[in-house]
């Protein structure tokens, strides 16, 4: 009971920070707890993760020419299109039919007026119909359609490394850290927080959360970390154990991440180091690594230096360690999945990966043939979708 009073008194001093301005009608904090679910991390028996896989289905990326996509780093679905961003390798956006058919490229990179030095963010306009990229090197976004025709750029106001529209009024900033050194920030009482609630100019600050718990000269890891899975917003401190669900009206606690079954570490705060960082991951933390659906969440916490996923019902609240061992081909590329649609995981697996060998009395080598035929190891990734079930049978520990 102690360690779930902490818990509670850790919630209100990390959002106490917010609303400095405005009447805390946006992102006003929330401090109920009823709409929070208690994920335990604990020792016990592992479920195999075939047994958890009830549909596999896919979608073949289609050729983009001398344009292709190397790492996959956002994911975006809208009713008939997929937008995927790749800001590493080809530094490009690419925009397919929901049947894989590309119908656009943005490849601008360059220094001009509509071109970008990075992409730090990819995200969709309220009306899904736009695509915007964040280009912190130049301080500005980049707005292009759905045919990669470009539209409009927007300074901004600090660097973001994520950038989200709550509504066709409303947007979110989410600070690197260094936000409060902007000029822009120097008269805002919450400079050192984290999340900014602003009005389509940026211009106008509605309100604030989550002030920077760590030094930012001393510890250089991203230190909020938001994801998006379809209109779900979620927010979590770098190795907290804490989700928060953000809305325009509130932000509350959606998931604790509890983890005092594995003796896990949670919560550092200014006398966070990259020195501690590195003592930190070869023990039991949880790294902000998740991906929410309509019916299940998947938690990849570390337990001991080591991957330990767990898989939670978001309707029965029921909790599965996940095990590693798979012997159904497709099966095990579950346990990278960074994206969701709708009720699905989905994972972008290179196509090279399909044309290694795999034994035919697999189960599941059927499907796996089946997207083998006719790629080559030149492609674009092939997405697949996973749609689960709780799993029956554990494995044999």
Same mark, same amino acid.
């Given at each position: 009971?102690? &360690?779930?009073? !902490?818990? @509670?008194?850790?919630? =209100?001093?990390?959002?106490?920070?917010?609303?400095?301005?405005?009447?805390?009608?946006?992102?006003?904090? #929330?401090?109920? !707890?009823?709409?929070?679910?208690?994920?335990?991390?604990?020792?016990? /028996?592992?479920?195999?993760?075939?047994?958890?896989?009830?549909?596999?289905?896919?979608?073949?990326?289609?050729?983009?020419?001398?344009?292709?996509?190397?790492?996959?780093?956002?994911?975006?679905?809208?009713?008939?299109?997929?937008?995927?961003?790749?800001?590493?390798?080809?530094?490009?956006?690419?925009?397919?039919?929901?049947?894989?058919?590309?119908?656009?490229? =943005? #490849?601008?990179?360059?220094?001009?007026?509509?071109?970008?030095? &990075?992409?730090?963010? *990819?995200?969709?306009? /309220?009306?899904?119909?736009?695509?915007?990229?964040?280009?912190?090197?130049? +301080?500005?976004?980049?707005?292009?359609?759905?045919?990669?025709?470009? !539209?409009?750029?927007?300074?901004?106001?600090?660097?973001?490394?994520?950038?989200?529209?709550?509504?066709?009024?409303?947007?979110?900033?989410?600070?690197?850290?260094?936000?409060?050194?902007?000029?822009?920030?120097?008269?805002? /009482?919450?400079? +050192?927080?984290?999340?900014?609630?602003?009005?389509?100019?940026?211009? #106008?600050?509605?309100?604030?959360?989550?002030?920077?718990?760590?030094?930012? $000269?001393?510890?250089?890891?991203?230190?909020?970390?938001?994801?998006?899975?379809?209109?779900?917003?979620?927010?979590?401190?770098?190795?907290?154990?804490?989700?928060?669900?953000?809305?325009?009206?509130?932000?509350?606690?959606?998931?604790? @991440?509890?983890?005092?079954?594995?003796?896990?570490?949670? #919560?550092?705060? $200014?006398?966070?180091?990259?020195?501690?960082?590195?003592?930190?991951?070869?023990?039991?933390?949880?790294?902000?690594?998740?991906?929410?659906?309509?019916?299940?969440?998947?938690?990849?916490?570390?337990?001991?230096?080591?991957?330990?996923?767990?898989?939670?019902?978001?309707?029965?609240?029921?909790?599965?360690?996940?095990?590693?061992?798979?012997?159904?081909?497709?099966?095990?590329?579950?346990?990278?999945?960074?994206?969701?649609?709708?009720?699905?995981?989905?994972?972008?697996?290179?196509?090279?990966?399909?044309?290694?060998?795999?034994?035919?009395? *697999?189960?599941?080598?059927?499907?796996?043939? +089946?997207?083998?035929?006719?790629?080559?190891?030149?492609?674009?990734?092939?997405?697949?979708?996973?749609? !689960?079930?709780?799993?029956?049978? /554990?494995?044999?520990?």
């Amino acid at each position: 009971m102690r &360690n779930y009073y !902490l818990f @509670i008194l850790f919630c =209100i001093s990390l959002c106490s920070c917010g609303n400095h301005s405005g009447s805390g009608v946006v992102g006003s904090i #929330n401090g109920d !707890l009823s709409r929070m679910d208690r994920v335990a991390i604990e020792e016990g /028996p592992n479920f195999s993760v075939d047994s958890c896989i009830a549909k596999i289905e896919y979608v073949k990326l289609g050729n983009t020419g001398d344009v292709l996509i190397g790492k996959v780093t956002h994911m975006l679905f809208t009713p008939d299109r997929i937008v995927v961003g790749d800001a590493y390798m080809s530094k490009a956006v690419f925009v397919f039919d929901r049947e894989g058919n590309p119908r656009a490229v =943005i #490849n601008r990179l360059g220094r001009g007026p509509q071109e970008y030095q &990075n992409i730090d963010d *990819v995200f969709l306009t /309220p009306d899904r119909q736009a695509i915007g990229i964040v280009d912190n090197s130049d +301080e500005k976004l980049l707005y292009f359609d759905m045919d990669g025709n470009f !539209l409009r750029g927007q300074s901004l106001p600090f660097s973001c490394h994520d950038i989200e529209w709550i509504d066709d009024r409303t947007m979110m900033l989410v600070a690197n850290g260094w936000n409060s050194l902007s000029p822009a920030l120097e008269s805002y /009482p919450g400079k +050192e927080d984290l999340l900014f609630f602003t009005d389509t100019t940026l211009r #106008n600050i509605y309100s604030s959360a989550f002030i920077n718990l760590f030094d930012v $000269k001393i510890f250089h890891t991203q230190p909020l970390d938001v994801k998006r899975f379809d209109e779900r917003i979620y927010a979590g401190k770098a190795f907290g154990d804490t989700i928060y669900q953000v809305t325009k009206e509130s932000i509350f606690p959606r998931y604790w @991440i509890d983890m005092k079954g594995i003796g896990g570490d949670a #919560n550092f705060g $200014k006398d966070m180091s990259d020195e501690k960082l590195r003592e930190i991951i070869s023990r039991s933390h949880f790294s902000n690594s998740y991906v929410v659906t309509d019916d299940y969440v998947f938690f990849r916490v570390t337990k001991n230096g080591i991957m330990f996923p767990v898989l939670l019902n978001e309707h029965t609240k029921k909790v599965y360690n996940i095990g590693f061992d798979s012997r159904a081909a497709l099966s095990v590329h579950l346990l990278l999945a960074e994206f969701s649609d709708a009720n699905r995981f989905v994972v972008a697996v290179h196509a090279f990966q399909f044309l290694t060998f795999c034994p035919d009395e *697999v189960p599941g080598v059927e499907l796996r043939n +089946e997207i083998k035929e006719g790629l080559s190891d030149e492609d674009n990734p092939v997405l697949l979708f996973y749609t !689960l079930k709780d799993p029956d049978v /554990p494995a044999t520990e």
